[in-house]
């Protein structure tokens, strides 16, 4: 049953991918439509003023790690809606997607939320089409709203940019419009486990919501489930999780402050991009776009290309009966309130060698060395192709068993899954990746708790 859900999908989803034509061409910076390189800052910017602008930042900090640097960052201080409509249908949760084209995207079309959208785009500032179904998530209110709260985006490559992530509950299945489709749990689930096809603003907003539920109103425990159905013990009362937190963010501090991109050291632009000295961390590109499906038919971008592959984990082990992950207190220098809960490792690899090889991540070579059969997740996702260009992250999740010590630096801590939802819900508690890396559970769950 399930197999045949999943092929009726992919079905849908090739078909959508052959009805547009798309085309993603690299342009350099200087010659980008609509874009320029200021004369005395040499930042990039739109000509409107709107939509994003790239910029330099330099950024000091006394935690471990090179301590001083600088960089590009993306400067985006709209607040975007990404949200998700659902409903309970024939006993199941089901979610409206849509099959939608950006321009980093790896494989062009990725499962994404109801409605993806910056303010720049459903204000319609580039004189684009309507943005479907928009209205169930402006007021006045439409449905139940289930989930609800600002989350940050990626703090090493935006400065400060949040969005607001939604999952609004209505009665009855409304008819899908060309490219959209309604996905169910069971169904989500599964794609979870596929490489590249749930885009990041997907992941991030179902992160939101526990995916064990007997309806949208009534929320069961994560961690319980995964204990096989027993209460859950935490290491951790969530007062003492709290406490961790703030002091967390009591002790990393971080100056920063904007800068001329075109003063920054080890950047320069080269052959019509901004690149790194050592060729490391990533470029700023320019593309140039074409895609019959979207609000615009036609447009040019700066896009964020990574120079390697990332690492997103969390090792994981059972406490008292209860799986636990090691979650990390992150400073990031774009973070909007500095610290933020995160997985054990995030990283790209490739950046620490040479003058870097002394801040290896700790724990990365426990995640990347963990038998298979240890491993409960491992999966390739994508990240927004609407501002990185074939940004790949490998999401794992290991079980690292119960020899592994509990006493670890005071920047991490040991929380139950549940724990980190409940945080997830309540905004600006959690990052993007350990958000996106808790969603890929969802898919895992049946195994973690056969673990137990």
């Not at 200021?38 to 930042?43: I, R, V």
């Not at 801040?359 to 501002?387: I, K, M, N, Q």
């Amino acid at each position: 049953m399930v197999t045949d859900q999943i092929s009726d999908f992919h079905s849908w989803y090739d078909e959508r991918a052959r009805q547009h034509e798309y085309e993603v061409t690299k342009a350099p910076l200087e010659s980008l439509g609509g874009w320029r390189i200021d004369g005395d800052t040499g930042d990039v910017v739109h000509e409107t003023g709107r939509f994003f602008s790239v910029r330099g930042l330099h950024a000091k900090t006394a935690a471990r790690g090179p301590g001083e640097w600088s960089q590009p960052i993306i400067v985006q201080p709209e607040i975007g809606i990404l949200g998700i409509v659902a409903t309970v249908a024939r006993g199941e949760v089901h979610f409206l997607m849509q099959a939608k084209m950006e321009p980093g995207n790896i494989n062009r079309i990725q499962l994404s939320p109801t409605v993806q959208a910056t303010r720049s785009n459903y204000q319609k500032v580039h004189k684009g089409k309507d943005v479907p179904y928009l209205d169930y998530f402006r007021p006045p209110r439409h449905g139940g709203w289930v989930y609800d709260a600002l989350q940050s985006e990626q703090g090493s490559w935006f400065l400060a940019k949040r969005n607001r992530n939604v999952i609004v509950e209505i009665d009855e299945q409304v008819p899908a419009q060309d490219d959209f489709r309604w996905v169910s749990l069971t169904e989500m689930s599964a794609l979870l486990r596929e490489p590249n096809l749930v885009n990041m603003d997907a992941r991030t907003v179902l992160s939101g919501l526990p995916f064990l539920l007997s309806g949208l109103g009534r929320v069961s425990g994560l961690g319980t489930e995964l204990s096989g159905g027993r209460v859950e013990r935490a290491r951790h009362s969530t007062s003492e999780l709290l406490s961790w937190f703030t002091e967390a963010k009591s002790r990393h501090e971080i100056e920063r402050r904007l800068v001329p991109l075109g003063e920054l050291p080890d950047w320069s632009l080269r052959g019509g991009e901004i690149v790194h000295r050592e060729g490391k961390h990533f470029a700023v590109i320019g593309v140039d776009v074409a895609a019959s499906g979207r609000e615009v038919a036609r447009w040019s971008q700066p896009l964020f290309e990574p120079q390697g592959r990332g690492v997103i984990g969390f090792l994981g082990r059972y406490i008292d009966g209860t799986f636990h992950v090691l979650v990390r207190a992150e400073a990031e220098a774009g973070t909007h309130d500095t610290v933020e809960m995160a997985p054990t490792v995030s990283c790209i690899p490739d950046n620490y060698t040479g003058s870097l090889a002394a801040y290896r991540p700790a724990f990365l070579d426990d995640l990347l060395g963990a038998p298979e059969s240890r491993t409960l997740v491992d999966v390739v996702h994508s990240e927004e192709g609407g501002r990185f260009y074939h940004a790949e992250n490998r999401y794992l999740i290991v079980d690292v068993g119960e020899d592994f010590d509990l006493d670890v630096d005071d920047d991490f801590c040991w929380m139950t899954l549940s724990q980190v939802t409940s945080f997830i819900r309540h905004g600006n508690h959690v990052n993007v990746a350990a958000r996106c890396l808790m969603s890929c559970i969802a898919g895992e769950k049946a195994t973690l708790a056969a673990a137990v």
